[in-house]
């Protein structure tokens, strides 16, 4: 495989990431992309690409010739008030195009709370976030494009997200960080390097109906890494608030699911090492290296 013919249903940081990831092993791509922007060459780190106007309601139909000839299709567009838009515009097209790799982007939401214990790919989902609902209800309809024939569909749950751009270390510096009064609540979280990695390895090692928990090693409290944050700036600890006063109705959610992610099935699958095993890797990078 020399060149990679990918199309990315959103263009956000993960898949950045993922492009990022394919051009640095030196393969060449053709890449097309959509975005709520207008249907426009694009470039990123001096690579041009074209990218196609897609929103809830309209989309611009040349992208679906794009879409057709697409070896490789990225899902990375969360549901919409409850709707997967690439499910609801492009199924039948999809089911008729000849790639041969197609990754959803879910999250692990979909877990629900599990009141602080480990959960696996087998473990009951029972979302109870409008987000997290709506995710297992789009990973269902992408699984069932599947049934009538070996449908190149694979899932993965993310866990929270964090870059050497977003992290709690530049939220703490911008005093956007309040530590919450919530016990027993634990969350897994990865770091966007390590998702384009394990996606550049399923290129190569891929198999049909699965789905992966993308996260790290350590599940902690959010709290367990502020107050780390906190010990490498040597600052004073923020306030604490209490869950009922938090304005942000999603954060709010999120304080309602306790759980911890297992990634075995993830290493295991794809033999990966991850670059940042837990966030005291990953926030000391960000420290040593980028602020």
């Given at each position: 495989?020399?060149?990679?013919?990918?199309?990315?249903?959103?263009?956000?940081?993960?898949?950045?990431?993922?492009?990022n990831?394919?051009?640095?092993?030196?393969?060449?791509?053709?890449?097309?992309?959509?975005?709520?922007?207008?249907?426009?060459?694009?470039?990123?780190?001096?690579?041009?690409?074209?990218?196609?106007?897609?929103?809830?309601?309209?989309?611009?139909?040349?992208?679906i010739?794009?879409?057709?000839?697409?070896?490789?299709?990225?899902?990375?567009?969360?549901?919409?008030?409850?709707?997967?838009i690439?499910?609801?515009?492009?199924?039948?097209?999809?089911?008729?195009?000849?790639?041969?790799?197609?990754?959803?982007?879910?999250?692990t939401?979909?877990?629900?709370?599990?009141?602080?214990?480990?959960?696996n790919?087998?473990?009951?989902?029972?979302?109870?976030?409008?987000?997290?609902?709506?995710?297992?209800?789009?990973?269902?309809?992408w699984?069932?494009?599947?049934?009538?024939?070996?449908?190149?569909?694979q899932?993965?749950?993310l866990?929270?997200?964090?870059?050497?751009?977003?992290?709690?270390?530049?939220?703490?510096?911008?005093?956007?960080?309040?530590?919450?009064?919530?016990?027993?609540?634990?969350f897994?979280?990865?770091?966007?390097?390590?998702?384009?990695?394990?996606?550049?390895?399923?290129?190569?090692?891929?198999?049909?109906?699965?789905?992966?928990?993308?996260?790290d090693?350590?599940?902690?409290?959010?709290?367990?890494?502020i107050?780390?944050?906190?010990?490498?700036?040597?600052?004073?600890?923020?306030?604490?608030?209490?869950v009922?006063?938090?304005?942000?109705?999603?954060?709010k959610?999120?304080?309602?699911?306790?759980?911890?992610?297992?990634?075995?099935?993830m290493?295991?699958?794809?033999?990966?090492?991850?670059?940042?095993?837990?966030?005291?890797?990953?926030?000391?990078?960000?420290?040593?290296?980028i602020?």
């Open positions: 495989m020399n060149n990679v013919n990918i199309f990315c249903f959103g263009f956000g940081q993960v898949a950045k990431s993922f492009i990831k394919i051009r640095s092993e030196n393969f060449k791509i053709s890449l097309s992309t959509t975005s709520t922007s207008k249907t426009c060459k694009k470039n990123i780190n001096s690579f041009d690409y074209e990218n196609y106007f897609l929103n809830k309601e309209f989309y611009d139909e040349n992208l010739k794009k879409l057709k000839d697409a070896d490789y299709i990225l899902v990375s567009i969360p549901p919409i008030n409850g709707i997967d690439v499910i609801k515009n492009f199924s039948k097209n999809i089911k008729k195009c000849k790639a041969k790799w197609i990754t959803y982007l879910s999250a939401s979909v877990y629900g709370d599990h009141n602080g214990e480990w959960v790919e087998e473990s009951i989902t029972k979302p109870t976030s409008p987000n997290g609902i709506a995710r297992l209800a789009a990973e269902k309809s699984l069932s494009l599947g049934t009538d024939k070996n449908f190149p569909i899932i993965f749950r866990s929270g997200i964090y870059s050497n751009k977003s992290n709690v270390l530049f939220r703490l510096k911008s005093g956007n960080v309040n530590l919450i009064n919530k016990q027993n609540h634990f897994s979280r990865i770091h966007v390097e390590d998702i384009s990695s394990i996606l550049f390895k399923s290129l190569f090692n891929f198999k049909s109906g699965e789905i992966y928990n993308i996260s090693d350590k599940p902690s409290s959010s709290e367990e890494v107050l780390y944050g906190i010990k490498l700036f040597n600052m004073n600890k923020p306030k604490t608030i209490e009922k006063d938090i304005k942000s109705e999603m954060l959610n999120f304080y309602k699911d306790s759980k911890k992610v297992s990634n075995k099935k290493k295991n699958f794809f033999n990966h090492n991850l670059k940042f095993s837990t966030y005291v890797e990953g926030l000391n990078y960000i420290r040593d290296n602020i």
